[in-house]
């Protein structure tokens, strides 16, 4: 158990809809990411935020978004949900924003489009 | 942007040998890289991490070699076992973010 929650674990859903994935960070992490993973592919950075703000942007839709509240979880809004949406959504922290911190990943939400 | 190319995409070794995954990465002014493991339907999670100041280290059967003249890293994996069998992530840090290379599966045969 790394100490990182996401919730829900499973979400199925339609197209054309939103979803709100929840996480909560490692106690003492400042610095929460979102990763996409499709089935057989690698890992997709979307966005980090640290301490409340937004701190780097990798591939992350127009339909995405996400934010850190002051308790430090969470949330990513998926909107307008496509097919190709279907995927396994991580979040993961560490205590820093170097880019050199072990981040630990919570266990994933599953996302199946319909 | 900086990258990390990751090879082999897929492996198969058979149990009790050795394996080896290598990658490059393109910013010079990088210094960490981890390895992550992923077991099927699982987080990933860190094996091992090196920083530029160390060319090698070792934890038990696994190992990181580090040349930052060429830019490359490799992750060794002596006498595999059946629960080495995952997919293998490395990274390297670039401008305060990890930048992921695609991944190697590695398959251990029996």
């Known amino acids: 158990d790394s100490g990182v929650t996401q919730t829900p674990k499973h979400l199925i859903t339609a197209t054309g809809q939103r979803v709100t994935l929840r996480c909560s960070p490692r106690s003492g992490d400042l610095s929460v990411y979102w990763y996409q993973q499709s089935l057989d592919q690698g890992l997709q950075f979307l966005i980090q935020y640290y301490n409340g703000e937004e701190r780097a942007k990798g591939n992350i839709l127009e339909r995405f978004s996400a934010q850190q509240f002051p308790d430090l979880h969470s949330e990513l809004n998926l909107s307008s949900l496509e097919l190709g949406d279907s995927a396994l959504y991580f979040c993961?922290?560490?205590?820093?924003?170097?880019?050199?911190?072990?981040?630990?990943f919570g266990p994933g939400t599953r996302l199946l489009v319909l | 942007g900086e990258n990390v190319e990751q090879h082999p995409s897929t492996l198969s070794v058979q149990e009790g040998d050795s394996a080896v995954i290598k990658c490059t990465y393109s910013?010079?002014?990088?210094?960490?890289f981890p390895w992550y493991k992923q077991e099927l339907g699982k987080r990933p999670q860190l094996i091992i991490d090196i920083r530029s100041n160390v060319g090698e280290k070792k934890d038990q059967r696994i190992a990181v070699t580090l040349n930052k003249t060429a830019k490359h890293f490799s992750l060794h994996i002596t006498e595999t076992q059946p629960e080495d069998s995952a997919v293998y992530f490395c990274?390297?840090?670039?401008?305060?973010?990890?930048?992921w290379g695609a991944g190697t599966k590695l398959i251990i045969k029996p």
């Open positions: 910013d010079s002014a990088s210094n960490y």
């Open positions: 990274a390297a840090d670039s401008n305060y973010q990890l930048i």
């Open positions: 993961a922290s560490s205590v820093g924003t170097s880019g050199r911190e072990t981040q630990y």
